[in-house]
């Protein structure tokens, strides 16, 4: 399940001066919650943690959904990398048959809007893997 989250496509800006932690959690819904409060407790103090908080808690929904992180034995992995430049959270999956995409939602669901809020919130987000595993990255600047 181990995937980079350090793709140069994703610029996550000047590596000599990241900071980075991981953490693998059950693949259960109420694991829900510490990953949203490993990320909080990390970024304790910076001005992006709100948003950072939840983008993990929006990726870490979709990988219970819509992956096979959720079947009995699943697990998912939370990143988050610091630098002076912004902040990075990743979500590490076990993969599954639909590939992550933000949608129009329809306005009679209750779900659909996980990813557009993300690209809300973030400078920008992306993906990175196929079948067998993904991570989904969204990237927060900090403004000069």
């Not at 995409?101 to 809300?120: I, N, Q, W």
Request: proline fraction near 6%; glycine fraction near 10%; hydrophobic fraction near 40%.
């Amino acid at each position: 399940m181990s995937m980079p989250l350090t793709d140069a496509s994703h610029d996550l800006g000047d590596d000599r001066y990241a900071m980075r932690w991981r953490r693998t959690f059950p693949g259960r819904p109420e694991q829900a919650q510490p990953a949203r409060e490993f990320v909080a407790y990390l970024l304790s103090g910076c001005a992006l943690a709100d948003d950072a908080v939840s983008a993990v808690g929006e990726f870490v929904v979709n990988a219970l959904r819509h992956t096979h992180s959720a079947l009995p034995g699943g697990r998912f992995t939370v990143e988050v990398r610091r630098w002076p430049s912004g902040i990075s959270i990743g979500v590490t999956d076990q993969g599954g048959t639909s590939e992550p995409a933000a949608r129009e939602p329809d306005p009679m669901e209750e779900s659909g809007r996980g990813l557009k809020t993300v690209a809300a919130l973030a400078s920008r987000w992306d993906w990175t893997g196929d079948v067998n595993g993904r991570t989904v990255i969204a990237v927060f600047d900090i403004a000069d």
